[in-house]
């Protein structure tokens, strides 16, 4: 079992920055991770994932997030910039074992979620 852990979710306004970081229990360079949110009557959607193969993002976020992870340390990150309103949702970090994926249901281990509020 894989604990998850999320941290720098906040209140921004529309055009600012924040950071979010996930520490697992596990050694992250076995895993694939990724972030995924949800907004209030929402689906959750995917946001990020990366992998040792590399990184996906989401069409809505590419050119504005990046995802990054130190496996020494057993985090993984999301800079989030130029954060816009519609980028309001709880902010989740997920693990699985093998392959990079997209889909929330290839995911077997979930942090708690934080909350990102973006003003306009």
């Known amino acids: 079992q894989v604990q998850l852990v999320e941290s720098g979710g906040g209140l921004v306004q529309a055009g600012g920055s924040l950071r979010l970081s996930c520490t697992a229990s596990e050694r992250t360079f076995v895993l694939a991770m990724g972030w995924f949110r949800q907004a209030p009557g929402k689906e959750r959607e995917f946001v990020a994932a990366i992998s040792w193969i590399g990184t996906n993002y989401a069409d809505s976020v590419k050119g504005r997030f990046t995802i990054s992870r130190d496996n020494a340390k057993n985090t993984m990150a999301l800079q989030m910039n130029s954060l816009k309103p519609e980028d309001t949702a709880v902010y989740y970090c997920?693990?699985?074992?093998?392959?990079?994926?997209?889909?929330?249901?290839?995911?077997?281990?979930w942090g708690q979620g934080t909350q990102v509020t973006v003003s306009s």
């Open positions: 997920a693990a699985k074992r093998g392959a990079l994926g997209t889909s929330s249901r290839e995911y077997d281990y």
